[in-house]
């Protein structure tokens, strides 16, 4: 198994407060991105990286950040959560050497109360 | 542009019936083709891709899936359904220069005993 944690698992938190979820790697991979898990919506991309500080919006982006100080962590913030980002978040890494297979952390559910 | 779309997002066989959900995907450029599963309440795991040549692919737990260019789909079969089969499964479209993966909204699949 790739070696990705995603930290914390659980997390249950309040209207307007701040929360940052972490992904770590040990695999070195280039590029890593943070996907929200929602029924009827699959899988949508909400940052990826591609690169210590290279970063960039996916198609859910708004109210949350990122921040890649090193290779093997990505940060995502929600800089005030509302219950419309209660969620399962995963993470995940690729490198182009295995035609960008993307190998997924065990996901963070968040609940926004 | 690339695109996916999974026909069903509820599949239920019989424990040994055939297992066949469906993936068709839109893209420009020639694909990379994924199928991912999902167990309950953990991440997703890659069950085969399709990047260049044999266009028929083999996967772990005795699925496999066909790349056919004329048709634009990528159909995720197996011969005989096991219980342990019981998850949902994401078809993923990329192409060789485009490291992010555009993700299915996934299908469910049930066995019946």
């Known amino acids: 198994d790739a070696g990705i944690t995603q930290s914390p698992r659980h997390k249950v938190t309040e209207t307007g407060t701040p929360v940052t979820l972490r992904c770590h790697q040990t695999?070195?991979?280039?590029?890593m991105y943070w996907y929200r898990q929602d029924p009827g919506h699959g899988l949508r991309l909400i940052h990826y990286s591609y690169g210590v500080k290279d970063t960039d919006k996916g198609e859910v982006s708004d109210g949350y950040s990122v921040s890649r100080s090193k290779t093997e962590d990505f940060l995502l913030t929600l800089e005030s959560a509302t219950s419309s980002q209660t969620s399962v978040y995963f993470c995940?890494?690729?490198?182009?050497?295995?035609?960008?297979?993307?190998?997924f952390g065990p996901g963070t559910r968040l609940t926004v109360t | 542009a690339q695109s996916v779309t999974q026909l069903g997002s509820h599949v239920s066989v019989s424990e040994g019936a055939l297992v066949l959900l469906r993936c068709n995907y839109s893209?420009?450029?020639?694909?990379?083709l994924f199928w991912y599963v999902q167990y309950p309440n953990q991440g997703l795991q890659l069950l085969l891709k399709?990047?260049?040549?044999?266009?028929l692919v083999k996967g772990i737990n005795g699925f496999e899936a066909e790349f056919k260019k004329s048709e634009t789909s990528f159909h995720l079969t197996k011969p005989s359904a096991h219980m342990s089969d019981a998850a949902e499964y994401f078809c993923?479209?990329?192409?060789?220069?485009?490291?992010?993966?555009?993700f299915g909204k996934g299908t469910l699949l049930t066995v019946n005993p």
């Open positions: 695999e070195n991979h280039r590029y």
């Open positions: 995940a890494i690729s490198e182009w050497t295995s035609a960008f297979e993307q190998y």
């Open positions: 993923a479209v990329s192409t060789g220069s485009n490291y992010k993966l555009t």
């Open positions: 893209s420009s450029v020639p694909p990379y």
């Open positions: 399709y990047t260049t040549g044999a266009t």
